[in-house]
């Protein structure tokens, strides 16, 4: 026997030992015991069989939070979205989103990669996701000449808006639009339960509106590894033959979604999550230089333009003060608060961050 396995505590004070209070992402969290525990004992099978107990059960559980018919175990959020992408288009067509959706900016352009699909972006502003109007203009019809929009996605969180935690009335007057047109709608709900969590509401009345959605077990909740698609039984037995082939197709992963089932029970704590990362930026922000406005859920942006640096050269120099997170922006950073930091982390964070900030003026 060796050391007994670590917890997301254990970690905390690991990493605090280290010295280094990680606020890049809140994936970079650590299986806790029990989860560990749970991928040792899990029974398995060949997924791709569909003989995973653990996994099939984990589908189950996921498409029953959803409200949906079905659901398929993913390795990444990317392969969620980029197969819901494939899924639900044919080659040449449209897809309508938010100029800084996820799907469009940080997926290595798989739309046109994976999908040979065009995306047509619009500027969605602080409500994060499109108006009514914003879909009807940017919706192109099929004719001779246009080749059609095949999808309109969302974003809830929205993460590079900074969390923004979209209220269910404009998701479902964007699904209404696209769906008077036609047109079906995927969400990206990498931070969906950070989203229901903020609202209070839950993922099956988030997506009443919408047709499929993606959502992350691997971020806020805690899991190593895996997301999962959610939608109607013959949309996910397509999305299903899409991960196989983008190379998803797993076999015993019963040990990866066994932690994932454990990370379904820490939904409800995401609340603080959403309370530390509120007392983080009311402290930042009363730091001379720093802006940090109030956060929806557990990103905090702050802006460094009253210091006159840039987002990097600040995050590096909080780096050098073992305060690890990242530059978002020219003249802004982003803070992700999550299972493995708590309300003291946050306040050493917050000093250290202080001193550097008192250097640079
Ligand atoms: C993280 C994230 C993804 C991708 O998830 P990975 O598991 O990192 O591939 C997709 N959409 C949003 C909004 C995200 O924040």
């Not at 047509?120 to 996701?129: E, F, K, L, N």
């Amino acid at each position: 026997m060796g050391p007994p396995p670590p917890t997301g505590r254990y970690f905390t004070v690991h990493l605090v030992e280290q010295n280094v209070i990680d606020l890049r992402s809140d994936t970079v969290t650590r299986p806790s015991a029990e989860m560990r525990e749970s991928a040792a004992e899990a029974p398995v099978g060949d997924d791709v069989y569909r003989d995973d107990p653990t996994v099939n059960e984990l589908e189950s559980r996921a498409a029953a939070l959803a409200g949906t018919e079905a659901a398929v175990f993913v390795p990444t959020g990317t392969m969620g979205n980029q197969a819901a992408i494939r899924t639900h288009t044919e080659r040449g067509q449209e897809l309508l989103c938010d100029e800084q959706a996820h799907v469009y900016k940080w997926e290595l352009g798989g739309i046109p990669q994976l999908s040979s699909v065009q995306p047509r972006i619009v500027d969605a502003g602080d409500r994060a996701v499109p108006t009514p109007a914003q879909i009807r203009e940017g919706y192109v019809a099929e004719d001779l000449h246009r080749p059609g929009t095949g999808l309109v996605t969302l974003e809830n969180t929205h993460n590079s808006r900074g969390g923004v935690a979209v209220p269910k009335e404009h998701v479902d007057v964007a699904a209404d639009a696209a769906h008077d047109l036609g047109v079906p709608v995927h969400l990206d709900g990498a931070r969906l339960p950070n989203a229901c969590v903020a609202l209070d509401t839950d993922p099956a009345e988030m997506l009443d509106r919408v047709d499929t959605a993606m959502f992350c077990l691997s971020k806020g909740l805690g899991a190593p590894v895996g997301s999962v698609v959610v939608g109607p039984e013959e949309f996910v037995a397509g999305a299903r033959r899409v991960r196989k082939l983008f190379g998803g197709g797993m076999r015993q992963a019963g040990v990866v979604a066994a932690p994932a089932l454990d990370a379904l029970e820490n939904i409800d704590r995401l609340a603080e999550d959403h309370a530390n990362a509120e007392r983080l930026a009311a402290e930042l922000d009363d730091i001379a230089g720093l802006a940090a406005p109030n956060p929806d859920t557990n990103l905090v942006i702050v802006h460094t333009d009253g210091l006159g640096v840039t987002g990097e050269t600040f995050a590096d120099a909080c780096g050098e003060r073992d305060v690890a997170f990242s530059a978002f922006d020219d003249h802004t950073c982003r803070l992700c608060t999550h299972l493995d930091v708590d309300e003291r982390d946050i306040d050493e964070a917050v000093d250290r961050i202080a001193a550097v900030a008192e250097e640079l003026r």
